[in-house]
């Protein structure tokens, strides 16, 4: 009797209309299928900008919704049950076993310290996903003990601890709050912008600990491609900080000295930085796998528009300013335009002459005028681009400043000089363009329900979209955080985390949806009961808090499987 081969995949869930989540049997295929997606993309075949591995899942995110169709007929069409996948990296990693979890640890899986630390040396570790953080990659083996949690995550997790939780181990790459048993540390560099690959670790690489004396000198690991020639790592004897330059680090510094000068001499001077303005362009994604978000302007149509304005890319980076507040000097003759909320605009001339200057389209600021945007009224960000895009260092391909990760520039401070980049000879717009319409008294928002959507009752399906929610002041970059009645879950226990797409209605336990914007986690453990259409996050990135908001479902396609049934 011939034996029957069981399709590891178990389903294809819609994500919104840039997205599908693929759900599969075991680590094993999600490797797989990220390692076929991956090779797909890279050779051209599909149009998919990342490829979000997880514990079970695969979150494909493409640049249209044509795009994400042809990504799902790629799925259904592949045999991941003859799939092989080739070995990764190794990479070792050099650890003192002394951490402050160690003997709980050892405790919670029924063995002793030192049976633990060379269980947790002895093997060779997949790396299988990233996510929390960029060069957090998530460590396991078919044979890993489970570790739960602590009770109480600590508010401060040092970079470089080696911890334990669940059936994974990982190595936190900087400082941040974390839940993980902690049993050790490592002076390796997980994550560092200077290097031509930012992440020690990645998805697909193997790795070793290396177990050594506290009293010794940690040197940083070494990795050893598949053909076992091994690749230095960074010089243990001068451990260098991650820059976000995306550059080497003299380069970098290079270019800061340059563009400091350049705006010195013909660039602008920030006189009062507002709430909170950062520099932002369309962002950089193809990063996710690593943990990175996206990031960029939030309104990328308004970003677009005022960069179309004054002859640059669409890509070019431009300033996103919250609530207004802003005020610039420019120290040469600019061509500026603004877009986005709405704000009164007026230029000071060093004479204390002023006049006010357009919106949505094309002004001259001459040397030692002043510019100040006010204080937002509809809307709430307002987007100032100038002839020849903003001169920044960037970081993995973009000058965007991400708030969750703290890769790209820092938001700017009073007194800071930035320096313009040269025109590249593309024509100023020589008449007004109509904006899109800002946030009304109730924004509505097109969602597409899913991909965890039967994680909740029918009674809080239908209650996200009869219901009005209300922005709350606690939302950011990462996300709008919701107020209304709670939404109540239909089953028990927790998600697994996944990737998330931009635009996910993630529902916490709370019950209050957060709508992911550009700097969400790339990964999330709590549902997501639907996603808001691409087309409208720009409006959606307008809302200020108190903004009401209604959601309106938008027809999908039905989850399509392997079995036919997408929770099987």
């Given at each position: 009797m011939a034996q029957t081969l069981v399709n590891p995949i178990v389903g294809v869930r819609p994500a919104g209309d840039r997205a599908l989540l693929v759900e599969l049997?075991?680590?094993?295929?999600?490797?797989?299928?990220?390692?076929?997606?991956?090779?797909?993309?890279?050779?051209?075949?599909?149009?998919?900008?990342?490829?979000?591995?997880?514990?079970?899942?695969?979150?494909?995110v493409a640049e249209s919704a044509a795009g994400v169709a042809r990504a799902a007929d790629y799925v259904r069409g592949l045999h991941l049950e003859d799939a092989e996948r080739e070995p990764g990296r190794l990479v070792r990693i050099e650890t003192v076993y002394d951490g402050a979890d160690l003997a709980e640890a050892a405790r919670l899986t029924g063995s002793s310290p030192e049976a633990l630390v060379a269980a947790h040396a002895g093997q060779e570790w997949d790396a299988a996903f990233g996510g929390f953080a960029p060069g957090f990659t998530y460590l396991t083996h078919d044979g890993a003990p489970s570790v739960p949690r602590r009770t109480s995550p600590r508010t401060s997790v040092p970079a470089g601890s080696v911890a334990l939780a669940g059936t994974y181990t990982a190595v936190y790459p900087r400082e941040s709050p974390g839940g993980w048993q902690l049993i050790g540390r490592t002076d390796a560099v997980m994550w560092d912008l200077s290097r031509e690959d930012p992440a020690l670790v990645q998805p697909g690489d193997r790795v070793r600990f290396v177990p050594v004396r506290a009293s010794a000198t940690l040197t940083h690991a070494a990795s050893t491609p598949a053909n076992g020639r091994p690749t230095a790592g960074a010089d243990a004897a001068h451990p260098r900080a991650a820059d976000n330059s995306g550059e080497g680090g003299g380069r970098a510094a290079e270019d800061a000295d340059a563009s400091a000068t350049r705006a010195a001499s013909g660039g602008l001077v920030v006189v009062r930085a507002g709430l909170q303005?950062?520099?932002?362009?369309?962002?950089?994604?193809?990063?996710?796998?690593?943990?990175?978000?996206?990031?960029?302007?939030?309104?990328?149509?308004?970003?677009?528009?005022?960069?179309?304005?004054?002859?640059?890319?669409?890509?070019?980076?431009?300033?996103?300013?919250?609530?207004?507040?802003?005020?610039?000097?420019?120290e040469a003759d600019q061509i500026l335009a603004i877009t986005g909320a709405e704000t009164t605009l007026t230029a000071t001339a060093p004479n204390g002459a002023a006049r006010e200057a357009p919106r949505d389209e094309p002004f001259a600021l001459l040397a030692g005028e002043t510019l100040a945007l006010g204080t937002a009224g509809a809307g709430l960000r307002a987007y100032v681009a100038v002839r020849g895009g903003l001169d920044v260092p960037p970081a993995l391909g973009s000058r965007s400043a991400d708030s969750l990760s703290g890769i790209g520039p820092a938001p700017l401070a009073d007194g800071q000089m930035l320096a313009v980049l040269p025109v590249r000879g593309a024509h100023v717009v020589g008449h007004p363009e109509v904006p899109p319409q800002l946030p009304e008294a109730v924004t509505e928002l097109r969602v597409l329900p899913g991909p965890r959507d039967d994680w909740f009752t029918d009674a809080s399906k239908a209650a996200l979209f009869d219901e009005e929610w209300t922005v709350t002041p606690q939302s950011s970059r990462v996300g709008l955080r919701l107020d209304g009645a709670p939404l109540e879950r239909s089953r028990e226990g927790e998600l697994t985390s996944e990737g998330t797409a931009r635009g996910s209605l993630q529902v916490p336990a709370s019950g209050l949806?957060?709508?992911?914007?550009?700097?969400?986690?790339?990964?999330?453990?709590?549902?997501?009961?639907?996603?808001?259409?691409?087309?409208?996050?720009?409006?959606?990135?307008?809302?200020?808090?108190?903004?009401?908001?209604?959601?309106?479902?938008?027809?999908?396609?039905?989850p399509t499987t392997s079995e036919g049934n997408a929770d099987a």
């Open positions: 049997r075991s680590l094993g295929s999600v490797l797989a299928l990220a390692s076929q997606l991956t090779a797909a993309q890279r050779d051209g075949r599909l149009d998919v900008v990342d490829v979000v591995a997880a514990a079970t899942t695969v979150l494909v303005t950062t520099v932002q362009d369309l962002g950089r994604p193809g990063h996710a796998a690593l943990g990175v978000s996206v990031s960029g302007a939030l309104d990328r149509g308004a970003l677009r528009r005022a960069n179309r304005m004054v002859g640059n890319e669409p890509g070019a980076a431009a300033l996103e300013v919250l609530l207004g507040g802003l005020e610039l000097r420019a949806p957060v709508l992911f914007l550009a700097d969400a986690p790339v990964t999330g453990g709590y549902p997501v009961i639907g996603v808001v259409v691409d087309a409208d996050l720009d409006l959606a990135a307008q809302l200020p808090p108190g903004a009401a908001v209604r959601f309106v479902p938008q027809p999908s396609a039905a």
